[in-house]
């Protein structure tokens, strides 16, 4: 199918790209790489009268890795984000995660902003933001405020941000310990029948500190702290993982679709989030 017909506009700077969007309200919408909403388009899941195109916007690019933080800009996508040495040594787990999208031609033009703004739960970056303690810059006509990935997702498509507002810039604290991503699909370049991010510190043999989330198992990313509790001050043994996973199990709500029925879907997640606690574990 071919799109409904839109007026296309390629702002230079955030000001106008801002500036387009109040005086087109909901007919007007910003297209990123385009590999989600494109498609939306194509299939007339989406009717978009104004397409706002962030690609020549400077202020949205760019990555910096400073002590403590790294600070990545909204239209960097997947494969500069996996080809960034610095960001790799910071923060490896966004590797990790990255190289598990798509494909390579996916990732070329896909880009971190619009893989956390779009809102679905198939996306594997919203998690693995959760995971990290992310925190996204959202800028409007009323200016600019920052909210916690893990307070972003309302539903399905529905997110904190309103319709004129732009998703600038995303931090991330750089935190030392193991890191794992483990995702299962269907086949190369598909999306998670279930995905896991985990973060571990740890001491002495003991867990010091975690970080779980779940990656399409929900109508939004879920964020475990109950996994995570389940986990800090145990030894990572069996009895702690199993109790992280009976945790976990309690905070997702999957549904049943074509990659498979519920009780699947748990198991699943249940293996995977097993996988990616003993791997993060290795690496702390
Ligand atoms: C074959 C295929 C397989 C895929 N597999 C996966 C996968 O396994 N895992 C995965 O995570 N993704 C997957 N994707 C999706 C891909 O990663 C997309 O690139 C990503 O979801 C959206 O990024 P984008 O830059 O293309 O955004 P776009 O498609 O341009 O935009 C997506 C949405 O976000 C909004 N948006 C974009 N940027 C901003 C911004 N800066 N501020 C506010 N709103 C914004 C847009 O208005 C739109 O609603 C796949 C896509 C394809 C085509």
């Given at each position: 199918?071919?799109?409904?017909?839109?007026?296309?506009?390629?702002?230079?700077?955030?000001?106008?790209a801002?500036?387009?969007?109040?005086e087109?309200?909901?007919?007007?919408?910003?297209?990123?790489?385009?590999?989600?909403?494109?498609?939306?388009?194509?299939?007339?899941?989406?009717?978009?009268?104004?397409?706002?195109?962030?690609?020549?916007?400077v202020?949205?690019?760019?990555i910096?890795?400073?002590?403590?933080?790294?600070?990545?800009?909204a239209?960097?996508t997947?494969a500069?984000?996996?080809?960034?040495?610095?960001?790799?040594?910071?923060?490896?787990?966004?590797?990790?995660?990255?190289?598990?999208i798509?494909?390579?031609?996916?990732?070329?033009?896909?880009?971190?902003?619009?893989?956390?703004?779009?809102?679905?739960?198939?996306?594997?970056?919203?998690?693995?933001?959760?995971?990290?303690?992310?925190?996204?810059?959202?800028?409007?006509?009323?200016?600019?405020?920052?909210?916690?990935?893990?307070?972003?997702?309302?539903g399905?498509?529905?997110?904190?941000?309103?319709?004129?507002?732009?998703?600038?810039?995303?931090?991330?604290p750089v935190?030392?310990?193991?890191?794992?991503?483990?995702?299962?699909?269907?086949?190369?370049?598909?999306?998670?029948?279930?995905?896991?991010?985990?973060?571990?510190?740890?001491?002495?043999?003991t867990?010091?500190?975690a970080?779980?989330?779940?990656?399409?198992?929900?109508?939004?990313p879920?964020?475990?702290?109950?996994?995570?509790?389940?986990?800090?001050?145990?030894?990572?043994?069996?009895?702690?993982?199993?109790?992280?996973?009976a945790?976990?199990?309690?905070?997702?709500?999957?549904?049943?679709?074509?990659?498979?029925?519920?009780?699947?879907?748990?198991?699943?997640?249940?293996?995977?989030?097993?996988?990616?606690?003993?791997?993060?574990?290795?690496?702390?």
């Open positions: 199918m071919i799109p409904s017909a839109f007026a296309y506009h390629r702002p230079g700077n955030l000001a106008a801002i500036g387009l969007l109040v087109h309200g909901d007919e007007a919408r910003v297209i990123a790489g385009g590999h989600s909403l494109i498609p939306m388009m194509k299939l007339r899941m989406a009717e978009v009268g104004h397409l706002v195109d962030l690609q020549a916007v202020e949205l690019k760019g910096s890795v400073e002590a403590g933080r790294v600070t990545i800009g239209m960097v997947q500069e984000l996996i080809g960034h040495e610095g960001l790799a040594k910071a923060v490896p787990l966004l590797r990790e995660a990255a190289l598990q798509a494909d390579p031609q996916v990732r070329y033009v896909g880009t971190v902003g619009g893989n956390v703004a779009n809102g679905d739960p198939g996306n594997d970056m919203p998690g693995l933001m959760q995971c990290l303690g992310a925190m996204f810059t959202l800028v409007g006509p009323g200016g600019s405020r920052d909210v916690a990935a893990r307070e972003f997702y309302h399905l498509y529905a997110t904190e941000r309103a319709e004129d507002e732009i998703l600038t810039r995303i931090a991330i935190a030392a310990g193991g890191y794992a991503y483990e995702k299962q699909k269907r086949k190369i370049g598909d999306y998670a029948t279930a995905a896991a991010a985990v973060l571990l510190t740890k001491a002495g043999g867990v010091t500190s970080s779980v989330a779940m990656t399409n198992l929900s109508d939004v879920v964020w475990s702290g109950d996994a995570a509790a389940a986990l800090v001050g145990t030894d990572c043994g069996p009895a702690a993982v199993q109790a992280a996973v945790a976990m199990l309690g905070d997702i709500d999957p549904q049943q679709d074509n990659r498979g029925p519920i009780a699947f879907k748990k198991h699943v997640a249940g293996v995977i989030l097993g996988r990616a606690i003993a791997r993060a574990w290795s690496r702390a």
